[in-house]
């Protein structure tokens, strides 16, 4: 361990990265129920009222990607059109059927995309991942929560956390930094949504992980 300082960051639920995770995997879900040996290779691409859907699908039913795209929007809190994106914005389709040639060299158990992944468990948290971005998940999932069960009914969708952590010998020590990016009802100051993030969030936060 060469570092005294770690931060991470993670984004919530209605974050534009994360809508277009969901949408995509929304529409292979879909097609997984369908036809298990279903291919989905779908990118999502979401900006200002605007949803673009591109890439190809190997499955015997056609969808309406449109309206999944929009029931993915909405159960992600975008309802209000004064959000400048809402699960009526414009979703253009660009999905087509697999190329026969892709499929004759993946059917039998070839690898149509190739791809390399690495990792480690630390002893950190429970969950085995290091200590600041397990903070900053916790505080996206919580704020999601939150806004989900209208606990908090001005908050929005989109929001970023990032959380940075000292070390010593390899050992967390403090948290030293907080960074708790959440939009919100302009009628509500940032001053109020400060305060009740602070005690609904991060002080359960911290006694969680002690």
């Not at 361990?1 to 990265?17: L, Q």
């Not at 892709?102 to 039998?108: A, C, E, N, P, Y």
Request: overall charge negative; some cysteine; glycine content about 6%.
């Amino acid at each position: 361990m060469n570092y005294k300082i770690f931060t991470s960051e993670s984004v919530a639920a209605g974050h534009p990265d994360k809508i277009c995770d969901q949408i995509s995997d929304a529409i292979l879900d879909e097609a997984i129920k369908v036809y298990p040996k279903s291919r989905v290779a779908v990118e999502t691409l979401v900006t200002k009222d605007h949803c673009v859907l591109a890439g190809e699908v190997t499955c015997p039913k056609r969808f309406d990607f449109a309206q999944i795209a929009s029931s993915v929007i909405r159960d992600l809190g975008y309802t209000k059109e004064e959000y400048g994106f809402w699960f009526k914005s414009k979703i253009d389709v660009y999905i087509h059927q697999q190329s026969p040639d892709i499929s004759m060299g993946v059917d039998d158990g070839g690898a149509g995309d190739q791809g390399m992944m690495f990792g480690y468990a630390c002893e950190e948290t429970p969950e085995l991942m290091p200590l600041p971005i397990m903070l900053a998940h916790t505080l996206m999932r919580k704020k999601d929560e939150l806004m989900k069960s209208k606990k908090i009914n001005y908050l929005k969708p989109d929001g970023k956390s990032e959380v940075r952590v000292t070390y010593e010998k390899g050992v967390p020590k403090a948290v030293t930094g907080v960074v708790l990016a959440v939009p919100h009802e302009e009628k509500i100051s940032s001053e109020e949504v400060l305060t009740v993030l602070y005690r609904l969030v991060f002080l359960p936060l911290l006694k969680k992980y002690g």
